[in-house]
């Protein structure tokens, strides 16, 4: 039985056809990572994935027998498929996650998603999604820097605003020189992206660019904040934890670095060389 998947945190998706059916086993969490040339055959699976016991259809990615790579539509009922809720998130918590879990499910072949051989398939999704997260990470860091602004004008100390010092002024600079940055950079992409001009490692730089440096402004402003960084009133400790977990979803930090380093000198670095 052919059973593999991407090596993403030593995952795999197992699948095989049986008759007119196809059948899968393995599970499916929000741990992994995404790597590129990473599959291998492995016994069960861990994916990302926002699952919960009320999910939709939810497409599987698995190496079938003959070698090619293909997308399977698991729909909510179908024997073997389960999706508990994961609890105590200190990130996403407006959110439900789950965790996919595929005991021998058996997927009918219209289920079989069309058009998809190869990697390019999910790939070209993830593509998408980092290039919408590149821009939504900068709204969470416009809203930090408003909120510090704000709170180092309206904050007494000494008798003067906090925004009268000089290091929080700095601050409040270096954060407004890399929301724009970040924003125009987001903004030629998606002008090459509509003239098909855009190569995928652009999108890494970004993902990898904007989740980093939008963190780095949560936590700026957290400080900046003093003792009231840490309350929700303030809401800044909210987006900090947020962004804790967007720079680990849809690639880490690390993986695009990897991929930026392979588009640099042509050697990929993603598996120990042999």
Known sequence: MPMAARNSGRSTCPSWPRGSSWAASGSQSPTAEVTPAAWRPEPTTTHPTRATPSMG??????????????????????????????????????????????????????????????????????????????????????????????????????????????????????????ITLGLHACLQLGRLKDQDKAAPEMVSLLKRNNCGKALDIARQARDMLGGNGISDEYHVIRHAMNLEAVNTYEGTHDIHALILGRAITGIQAFTASK
């Open 57 to 178: 259809p939810r497409p599987v990615w698995a190496r079938c027998e003959d070698g090619c790579i293909r997308g399977f539509l698991l729909e909510k009922g179908m024997r073997g498929l389960s999706a508990p809720r994961i609890q105590g998130k200190f990130s996403l918590r407006a959110s439900a996650t789950g965790m996919i879990i595929m005991d021998g499910v058996e997927v009918p072949e219209e289920n079989v998603l069309p058009g998809a051989s190869s990697l390019g398939g999910p790939f070209g999704c993830l593509n998408n999604a980092r290039y919408g997260i590149a821009w939504g990470v900068l709204g969470a860091s416009e809203f930090c820097l408003h909120t510090a602004r704000q709170y180092a004008l309206d904050r007494m100390q000494f008798g003067v605003p906090l925004a009268r010092n000089q290091l929080i002024q700095k601050k409040l600079a270096d954060m407004l020189t890399e």
